[in-house]
């Protein structure tokens, strides 16, 4: 059985679930073997809050802290606001992406700014999942269009006087505010655990995109899933013993290397 002291922080999208239809099937022995163990499994996504909320509701972990919006939002055990917005925070971030857009001429398109219907074309999700990813509280997704590719140093340098950052996921780009990225998500929920426990827990951490390079270098073994795009990295700390590169994709590959970290022999 896995350690007692162990956390378990795992991206979502290409990660546990499947790319392309998010079914997790393959994962559930898994996620029991971790239940049973009583083995917190931390949901670190850029989805948001009633996503993961409704994620954790099927997967049997209502009540386990969680990372929204790519860290912009943290909540620790029993729904506690570890990291999150301030009033205004939003409006502000939405501001600023208008400002820019029609300063350096872009023409990316945003959740915000378009209706439930389009983020169904966009992701295949069904019309009540769009609506959940469209309800964010301290960041935004952008939709790029390649064709302003040129402009693209210059929007992140916008962004960056401005006091934000740019993240890229597996299907868009992010903009939340500075700082507040997965590998800083992972510091404060490793810190609030030592603080309620007295004692620091060990973790693996999994993920398939740039977005989770971060999360990776925060964690203590790290599996990076066979995606269908661009891979988390360079990590600061690449040895083989430390991070593990799955030859399945979501959600097999999530088994796949929480089995390679977790064998009797480890």
Request: hydrophobic letters at 40%.
């Amino acid at each position: 059985m896995p350690e007692p002291d162990l956390m378990v922080v795992t991206d979502l999208d290409g990660t546990l679930l499947d790319h392309h239809d998010y079914t997790f099937d393959a994962a559930l022995p898994m996620l029991d073997r971790l239940r049973r163990a009583n083995v917190p499994v931390v949901f670190c996504s850029s989805k948001t809050a009633v996503e993961i909320a409704a994620l954790q509701a099927r997967t049997g972990l209502t009540g386990q802290p969680f990372v929204a919006e790519n860290g912009a939002v943290v909540v620790g055990t029993d729904d506690r606001v570890l990291v999150g917005p301030t009033d205004g925070d939003l409006d502000r971030l939405r501001t600023v992406l208008e400002r820019v857009r029609r300063a350096l001429d872009l023409h990316f398109a945003t959740f915000s700014g378009v209706s439930d219907a389009e983020v169904v074309a966009w992701t295949g999700l069904d019309l009540d999942g769009a609506s959940a990813a469209r309800r964010r509280a301290a960041s935004e997704v952008v939709r790029w269009h390649a064709a302003d590719d040129d402009r693209a140093a210059a929007f992140r340098s916008a962004l960056t006087d401005a006091g934000f950052d740019l993240v890229r996921g597996g299907r868009f780009w992010h903009v939340l505010p500075a700082g507040a990225d997965k590998g800083a998500a992972v510091r404060t929920l490793v810190a609030d655990h030592e603080r309620r426990t007295g004692s620091a827990p060990r973790t693996i951490g999994l993920g398939d995109g740039p977005n989770d390079t971060a999360m990776l270098d925060a964690v203590d073994l790290a599996v990076v899933v066979r995606g269908v795009g661009p891979a988390p990295g360079p990590l600061a700390d690449d040895r083989t013993e430390r991070v593990h590169r799955t030859t399945t994709p979501a959600p097999q590959g999530w088994a796949e290397g929480l089995n390679h970290f977790l064998r009797s022999d480890r």
